[in-house]
């Protein structure tokens, strides 16, 4: 059996393959993305090339990716919701790109289940949530939408994501 590479031509990393060293590794960068390498060797006991080494195959195989976050509320969106859309007469995957491509989507995610795709919009208050649905409710296969006004994040994990659809 052959075994596969990744784009960088090294083998893929499996969870289950990474170490101490590359648990360690993202623990840290989760506390303080902005941590310089020559603290993140030294914490972890390497070398900074090793690190650098451990670094770049974590990114080239898609295992792990620095990213910055921004808090919705803090640049004037206070408002989130989860619109719940069923589709027909248009592919689900179709009408969930047309969702995704709109200004307040922040997520889209086709399921199996109650409806046919889940959405969170964000807004900057209720005229503007209005604005957003109505605008859902005009893409072509959406037959009914039904929105739940979040009042209150309990967890939201940002540790882990899908990085490809």
């Keep these: 059996m052959r075994k596969t590479k990744s784009r960088a031509g090294r083998r893929p990393v499996q969870s289950s393959q990474l170490d101490a060293i590359d648990e360690g590794l993202i623990k840290a ?51 989130l919701t989860l619109v719940q859309i069923w589709a027909r007469g248009r592919e689900v995957a179709k009408v969930g790109q047309a969702v995704a491509r709109l200004t307040y989507t922040i997520g889209v995610a086709a399921a199996l289940g109650h409806c046919d795709i889940e959405a969170s919009v964000i807004a900057r208050d209720h005229r503007d949530l209005a604005r957003a649905l109505d605008e859902i409710g005009a893409i072509v296969g959406v037959e009914k939408i039904e929105a739940i006004l979040v009042l209150d994040i309990v967890k939201f994990n940002a540790d882990s994501a899908a990085f490809s659809s």
């Design 29 to 79: 960068l989760r506390q303080d993305g902005r941590t310089q390498n020559k603290v993140l060797a030294r914490s972890l006991g390497v070398s900074e090339t090793t690190l650098a080494y451990r670094l770049r195959r974590l990114s080239d195989n898609g295992v792990a990716r620095l990213t910055a976050q921004q808090d919705f509320a803090a640049i004037g969106f206070p408002i």
